[in-house]
């Protein structure tokens, strides 16, 4: 059971650690059809650190101190694109433990900025772009050398499925039970399965679709380079334990230009940003809407908030030197958005 299980649904009024914050997210109703078939975000940015990330993060260290594997004084260790590097960066600040983020270039530079803030110390793989396997190569490498030091390895830990847990509980109780489909990127696989497993248990009918970049190889080749951060696993790192084939319904591709055009053009339209990765789940569950049954719901999880992309995806100059700047694609998401969007009476002014 995961730590946040036994806490209010409300937080308190006053609280005394950054981790008391955890949970509790909105539901935002992007979009329902004439059918009143429905498209509900889970923004997960509104948790500390602005990501989901933080709940598998406080799970993984709690496992590690409950099995011994990490004493006071300890030092953490993880290989990461950032979000989870975040999360560590509050837990180890708030328990009193070093933390070490075995980090690329590919990471955006303001997790970069936010993790060395809150006391990290970054150590760089040689790699430009995305490494993911000689990331997690360098990172238990420190961590055997190293006394009371733990590798939290995210990709292979199953507390990381864990941390999500209170995700489906939080949506169960937010739509009492009335969700058809989770749809959510993959990439450790502990969000989507963690909180599609867990939602299983008391929504047995949920449909669970995952999405990863077109590159990715967790649902099959071709692999290639993207520019998704902190979803997918790239070519010659070792597909997640937490993807859990059993539970998936549906696994799909989104590429980079329909990612970020649909991050920029839902920050356009609705003021919400959403981040990249956010951006290709959104995109493939809007594509379904006009598709989907009278009266169903569809549960989109948004990892994170787009504030963190600003010099990357919601960046001209960024996109069009990456040829990943296309108008007409966020014209073909702007219509569509524009057709299915209709705000709920019992939610108008």
Wanted: with cysteine; glycine share 12%; hydrophobic share 40%.
């Amino acid at each position: 059971m995961s730590h946040l299980d036994a806490r209010s649904p409300h937080h308190p009024p006053v609280v005394r650690r950054v981790c008391e914050l955890i949970g509790g997210t909105p539901l935002f109703e992007l979009c329902r059809t004439e059918s009143d078939a429905r498209l509900l975000l889970k923004l997960e940015q509104f948790n500390p650190t602005g990501t989901a990330k933080i709940r598998m993060a406080l799970q993984m260290v709690l496992d590690a101190e409950e099995r011994g594997l990490l004493r006071p004084g300890g030092r953490i260790i993880e290989s990461t694109s950032g979000n989870t590097g975040l999360g560590l960066a509050v837990v180890a600040a708030e328990r009193g433990y070093t933390f070490t983020a075995v980090v690329d270039h590919h990471a955006s530079k303001d997790k970069l900025r936010a993790m060395k803030a809150m006391g990290a110390e970054l150590v760089y793989v040689a790699h430009e772009d995305l490494a993911t396997a000689a990331r997690e190569e360098l990172a238990e490498r420190m961590a055997a050398e190293s006394d009371n030091a733990y590798f939290t390895e995210q990709h292979n830990n199953l507390a990381n499925g864990v941390g999500y847990h209170p995700v489906a509980h939080e949506l169960h109780a937010a739509l009492d039970g009335r969700i058809d489909v989770l749809i959510g990127a993959v990439g450790t696989g502990g969000g989507l399965f963690g909180t599609g497993g867990e939602l299983r248990r008391t929504v047995p009918g949920v449909r669970i679709v995952g999405v990863e970049p077109k590159g990715s190889i967790a649902f099959g080749p071709p692999a290639h380079d993207y520019h998704q951060s902190g979803t997918g696993t790239p070519e010659g790192a070792t597909i997640g334990a937490m993807v859990d084939y059993s539970l998936l319904d549906e696994g799909v591709k989104v590429g980079d230009v329909e990612a970020f055009a649909t991050a920029r053009t839902v920050a356009r339209r609705t003021g919400l940003m959403l981040g990249g990765s956010a951006g290709g789940v959104v995109y493939e569950a809007l594509t379904r809407m006009s598709s989907s049954a009278p009266g169903t719901t569809t549960v989109a999880l948004v990892n994170d908030g787009g504030e963190k992309y600003l010099d990357t995806v919601f960046d001209d100059d960024w996109m069009s030197a990456r040829g990943l700047l296309s108008p007409d694609v966020e014209r073909e998401v702007d219509e569509l958005l524009a057709k299915l969007r209709r705000v709920a009476p019992e939610a108008q002014g």
